[in-house]
Each structure stands twice: as C-alpha cells, then as structure tokens.
C-alpha cells in the first residue's frame, strides 16, 4: 500500500484531493496538512511514499514547503498538483525538490492513476530548468498578461480586493490568483511593493487622489 500525505491551503481543496485518492486501493491517505505554515514535522511524522502538493494561492508558499518536504522525506516523490502547466513555475518546483506535476483539469481518477505511477518509479519527466538570468531590460509591460496588468492598474489606485473583484465581474479569489502571479513576475510580496514598482517604472498610468491601502492587508 503506497502512503500518500496531501499538502494544500484550503480544506475544501483537500478532501477533493483526498477523494481522488481514496478511489484508489493502492492509495493509503495518511493525512491532510495545512501548508500555509511549515510542515516539517508532520512530514517526519507521516512517512509518506508520495506528497502530493495542491499549487496554492502564492506560489513561494507551496515550493517552501516542497523544499521542507524533500529534505524531510528525501525518498518520497513529490508531486504538485498545478493549474498552470507553464514552464518557469515547473522549473521553480524542480528547484525546491519535485519530481513532477499533475495538472489540475485531470479527471479525479485519472489523477490517483498518474500519482501511483510516479510513486512508483513507473512515469519520469524532467521539466525544462530555468535558464540563467538574463541581463537583458525586462518587458516593458513587466511581463503580466492583460488580465494581470488591468488588476495592477487598480491595486495601484488604492482598489481592495473585492472592489476589484466587483468591477471585473470576476470573484476574489480569481483577483488573488492574478495577484499572486503579479507579484512574482515583479519580484515583490505585498500589493504596496506591487503598486510603487508600477509607478516607478511607469506600468501604470498615473492616478490622483488614490489612497493605497495598508501593506498589511490580505491578497
């Protein structure tokens, strides 16, 4: 019986993941951790064969505790479940210690399937690794996709994210998944450093009586 330990920041994320698994008999669900802290010692506790990590909101959180996990656990495979297949984030996963990816829009079933066949030693794939970085100037859109570039506009007016969620006619929690990439295309943390790197180098146009929210509220 192969011991599989789920990571994930949301609880509903996680008993979906677990559902998926348990579907499997040759799945043994040890547990469901909350990997919005560290989790070292619930990774030495379980002894898991495989941890299967949801991607989360911010993407540093999860490679965190990936990198926990495969200093913890060096034998057990690490998988993410990812909803962006793309190319610099698998690398960053590499880097912290995965062994490979599942997308997200997988069937349930077929996700069990592929997790115990990289469990097993049965599927490898290496992802393509991060080439050095470049010297050359950085896009002058910062690299963000319209989407993103439209939410920075606002969190650079002062917008909340509801308030921005409200004019887009989308949810929050989409807000903050564009958020999250925002801030890693723009190596920043918070929607204050976001919102002065935008007017520094002039990815915004210039907003008067805004009034930039506290660098301590939630993204």
Request: one cysteine or more; proline letters at 5%.
């Amino acid at each position: 019986m192969m011991r599989a330990l789920i990571v994930a920041d949301s609880r509903l994320v996680g008993e979906v993941i677990q559902r998926s698994l348990r579907g499997d008999a040759a799945i043994d669900v040890v547990g469901c951790i909350d990997g919005g802290t560290p989790c070292d010692h619930e990774f030495l506790a379980a002894r898991p064969d495989v941890v299967v990590f949801d991607e989360m909101v911010e993407p540093r959180v999860v490679l965190a505790r990936i990198a926990e996990a495969r200093t913890a656990v060096p034998t057990a495979k690490l998988v993410v479940l990812a909803a962006r297949m793309e190319d610099a984030w698998l690398a960053d996963a590499v880097r912290a210690g995965a062994d490979a990816a599942v997308c997200k829009s997988t069937q349930p079933r077929g996700i069990a399937t592929l997790i115990r066949a990289i469990a097993s030693g049965a599927v490898y794939h290496r992802f393509a690794r991060a080439s050095a970085p470049s010297h050359e100037p950085a896009p002058a859109n910062g690299g963000l996709t319209p989407r993103e570039h439209e939410i920075l506009q606002q969190v650079a007016e002062g917008g909340s994210n509801g308030e921005i969620a409200a004019r887009l006619c989308v949810t929050e929690q989409t807000v903050k998944f564009h958020l999250s990439n925002v801030y890693r295309k723009l190596g920043v943390t918070n929607r204050t450093q976001a919102s002065r790197y935008a007017h520094v180098h002039r990815l915004v146009a210039p907003s008067f009586g805004a009034h930039p929210r506290d660098a301590a509220e939630a993204a």
